[in-house]
């Protein structure tokens, strides 16, 4: 025990950090129990000192073996942005609550009585067994360092997330760790009212007794389990709380798969979940809240020599808030397709020469306000399964109060659409209200072609539709769009 006690915790404290943002909470409650058991009474006996050392070296042991992933874990944990105090800490408690005794999946009003029930349970808990004929002081001194151990672990990791302003509703899963003290306390009080109702744990007991506690464990049991039948029946049925599918997006992306593809994860914490599923080679994390300079240079790198990239967005708002991954791509790459699965947004990006003027001039007027200059169709020749890319050069003639999306459109010899990509400007990044008048907006876009595509000329044909209607701009009040050419896939 001396070698596979110290061993064990060292490994199951390493092991914490590596699978748990929250974990150090749980190291630093030891830390707290430890400091104020040796103060008390360890320091004074005999070997006190020898273990504080030991102490020491089992927290620096662990510390040691996250070295690999330290400096991973402090730069997405010192990225990430404070709440903002835009609540009041009773709706913060009461929503910890919640999510502690019945998860995300019940309004806080269903959850009253689940909550209510606990913090009973737990105050049960708390209090000391009164005192009785053969109850020694001592005993209720030791029960009572029964029950601020795990109150400890339960309190002071909640406190700490509110005091230092990290309590938001998506952060809340990090508080798994405190569930083991919130169960220990709530059964402990439930133990505490059964002993009420004059069980003691002698086999003999009168059938009254026996009633009051079967009563009192019936009670407490439906009070805590009750509301947990609605909240597990949305989690595992309700469509709106399923998980993002990573399993489906990596499947997907190896259907689709070519020598020279590559992945791109704009969040770096989906590194661990999607490479689970996906074990090719060639799939990069972005660097957490890049700047400008970063963003570039990890683009740039990551694109030499690529055909294709997928992008899985996630978590924008946090990883990349200003965008600065999606902002390059839009203008270094050809996009084209999204898919959502969940939360994330898988997008398909083709790689070619990026032209800055048409290589054929036109004069094609949609509707009274906006024009299309010209375009650039980088080569004429195509695979089934390759993206086709293309640059639009559009100019708004007066100021554009709607929405529009672009279409791009590839017909067959019989006028049979076979592929097309549809998107507002610049992948939604330059939609039409946003155009400066008279200047130039390049739109490069990407038609994925269909791996099954029959050898043919095909038609390439543009056009322009209202984002909410979907009805089209006419072209010089003739037709509904423009013919820029034919291209062959062999």
Known sequence: NRIVLPVSYVLLGAAGLYTQYTFPFVLLVHNAVFAVWWLKLARTETGG????????????????LYLPWLQAALNSLTGWSPAGRGYSLLEAALDVARVLTVGVT???????????????????????????????????????????????????????????????????????????PLHLMAGLGLRKLVQASGYTGDSAI?????????????????????????????????????????RGIARDITAFWKP????????????????????????????????????????????VGRRRLFVLYWGDAESDPTRLIENWLTEHAYSAADHWYGNVRVTTYGLAPLPDEPQRELDARFGEAIRLRGYSLTGDRFEPGDILP???????????????????????????????????????LYPTTEWAQSATTIDRLGVQLPPDLATDDYSLVVGMYHISSGERLPVAGRTDHVRLGTVTVR
């Open 49 to 64: 000192w020898r273990r504080l050392i030991q102490w020491a070296a089992a927290q620096l042991a662990i510390v040691t």
């Open 106 to 180: 019940l309004p806080i009003e269903s959850a009253i009585p689940a909550i209510t029930a606990t913090g009973l349970f737990i105050a049960l808990g708390i209090l000391p067994t009164p005192l009785r004929v053969g109850f020694a002081r001592s005993r209720a001194d030791s029960e009572w360092h029964g029950v601020w151990v795990p109150l400890t672990y339960l309190a002071l990791p909640i406190g700490l997330i509110l005091a230092l302003d990290l309590y938001k509703p998506a952060w809340l899963k990090f508080l798994v760790v405190v569930l083991p």
């Open 206 to 246: 009168t059938p009254a007794q026996r009633v009051l506690r079967g009563v009192a464990w019936v009670l407490g049991l439906a009070l805590l389990l009750v509301p947990l039948g609605p909240s597990l029946h949305n989690l595992y049925f309700e469509p709106v709380y399923a998980r993002d599918n990573y």
């Open 260 to 303: 020279g593809d590559a992945i791109i994860l704009n969040a770096p914490n989906q590194w661990e979940v999607f490479t689970y599923y996906f074990r090719e080679r060639d799939v990069y994390p972005t660097p957490y809240h890049p700047t400008p300079q970063q963003a570039d240079t990890f683009l740039s790198s990551v694109s």
């Open 390 to 428: 293309i640059t639009l050069y559009w100019e708004s003639m007066v100021p554009v109060s709607e929405r529009y999306k672009v279409t791009v459109q590839l017909l067959d010899s019989g006028g049979v659409l076979r592929a097309q990509r549809d998107a507002e400007p610049g992948n939604g």
